[in-house]
């Protein structure tokens, strides 16, 4: 082996927020990725099944090991929240973090290392998914902390970085049509409630709950995937959760409830509710759903 070659493969690892994960080989050198991963990369794919359609990974960051202790436990769905961040030599950049910016970036906690394993299960199993032999949905829900103008180039940074470096790793609609990828992304928080976006889309749009009480607007669906609502007293009537989780079904958008304790996973499972948050216990959550039939996804979207 060259040592020009050695080099180019140290240069295939990055390391970010305490975890090494391997970059995909285009990056740095035309060697193709091996059957079986390196140590570093096994972080991110090693798994125990079953596949939990309907665990989502709330805060995921805040994990041990962001995105791979998530895929560890079967987890389709995964949050991160971010922030605009421009430095003193002005230049400008993503970051994730909770209260404040922490310092690592979207790409190096979750797209890189997501363009990484999908790549090594292309390899090894022949599918272009994040979980081995996964053809449901999986979704990246990034959730907008910074506010006003900051906010806004937060979100139009993140939409032409999705075009320009992640183009076969996400969903993406050219002209109103869908062309799938292996992961869903979806934006929530300070984000623009309709945003005006050229002939091509690279996100879905986070809705309230409150609009499930509202009219139906038919084809809302395409931009609008996910409906998400904090939990509510009124959520511990049954019928009251049931009847979100039906309309939302019904018009073609899945339904999460956040900030609900574990005491109420049972409520959100037996109501229909698609996204059961696991805050900061993945294993927890993965105990209480596996074995159990998961919820019926909605109805296919239709314009």
């Known amino acids: 082996m060259t040592a020009r070659t050695t080099l180019a493969k140290v240069a295939a690892f990055a390391v970010t927020g305490g975890i090494m994960f391997a970059l995909p080989a285009s990056a740095t050198t035309a060697e193709p990725i091996t059957k079986e991963p390196p140590p570093q990369l096994q972080l991110c794919t090693a798994f125990q099944q079953p596949w939990l359609p309907n665990a989502h990974s709330h805060n995921d960051y805040n994990h041990r090991r962001p995105l791979c202790d998530a895929l560890f436990n079967g987890h ?29 970036t979207l790409n190096e906690l979750y797209l890189n290392k997501l363009r990484a394993v999908i790549e090594h299960n292309h390899e090894k199993y022949g599918s272009r998914t994040v979980l081995p032999r996964y053809h449901g949905r999986f979704q990246l829900l990034i959730d907008i902390k910074s506010t006003g103008r900051e906010g806004a180039r937060a979100f139009e940074m993140l939409h032409q970085m999705l075009r320009d470096r992640y183009r076969t790793v996400v969903t993406r609609w050219h002209n109103g049509r869908k062309i799938p990828g292996p992961v869903d992304v979806v934006v929530t928080g300070n984000r623009p409630v309709d945003p005006v976006i050229d002939n091509w889309r690279f996100v879905g749009i986070d809705g309230s709950g409150q609009e499930l009480n509202g009219r139906h607007r038919p084809g809302r669906c395409k931009r609008v995937p996910l409906v998400s609502s904090p939990w509510t007293d009124a959520y511990n009537d049954p019928a009251v959760l049931k009847r979100m989780a039906r309309t939302a079904s019904a018009r073609g958008q899945y339904f999460r409830v956040y900030h609900a304790s574990e005491d109420s996973w049972q409520k959100l499972y037996a109501a229909g509710v698609h996204y059961i948050d696991s805050s900061l216990h993945p294993a927890a959550l993965r105990h209480f759903l596996k074995g159990k039939r998961p919820v019926v996804a909605p109805r296919p979207c239709i314009p």
């Open 76 to 104: 389709t769905s995964v949050e991160a929240d971010i922030w605009y961040v421009r430095n003193i030599a002005d230049q400008e950049s993503i970051q994730v973090g909770h209260s404040a910016p922490s310092g690592s």
